[in-house]
């Protein structure tokens, strides 16, 4: 949140009328990085599950 | 018909019958190892096989078969752990990077270009792979 909000004041900045509004920019970034800390965390829970999956499915993997 | 040649008929359908389950689980065991080596496929960050150039449909045929089966397995796994079958492949691939591809084989991380693997250099582990 407080990344956010930083992201946020920085765009507001330079910004001229409506500048603040118009936040779809500064809004991706922060998407992509929460999307890959949580895939990061999933991808190291299935870690174990993958490895069987591996070894269950010969000639597929 | 004697007993004797009677025996050696089934002793020889039997042989036959084992040698041909061996030589069909080989294949079918080796399917995607088989790909890689061809070089006409490579492992991808997504968790699926990809065609590195043009291929044969043959060799098209039996990818999509491999990657159909992985994706059953995947979506399995997926609702087993209440992830997403996205999560549960890019997962699989971690390990497939970093242990199925070998020397001179081709892989093709997130940036979408084909590489192939160097001598014995490990292939760069994907970020998603923590």
Redesign the interface.
Known sequence: MRCLGRILVLGCTPALLGGCVQVSAPERPIEINLN?NI?????????E???E??QQ????? | MSRRMKFMIAAGVAVAALAGGTAYAFV??????QLRASGAVGEQADGYLGLVGSASADVRAQMDS?NI??RA?YTR?AS??G?TIE??A???A???LAT?VGPGQYYRLTDGVWRRRNGSEPVPRP????
């Not at chain 2, 970020?127 to 923590?130: A, L, N």
Request: with cysteine; net charge positive.
């Open positions: 890959i895939r990061q965390e999933v991808v190291v829970s299935l870690r599950d993958v490895r999956l591996i499915n010969p000639g597929v993997f | 079918y065991q080796d399917a995607a190892a491999v089966q992985r397995a796994l087993q752990r992830a999560e549960v890019a997962a699989t971690c390990t497939l199925r970020d998603h792979c923590g």
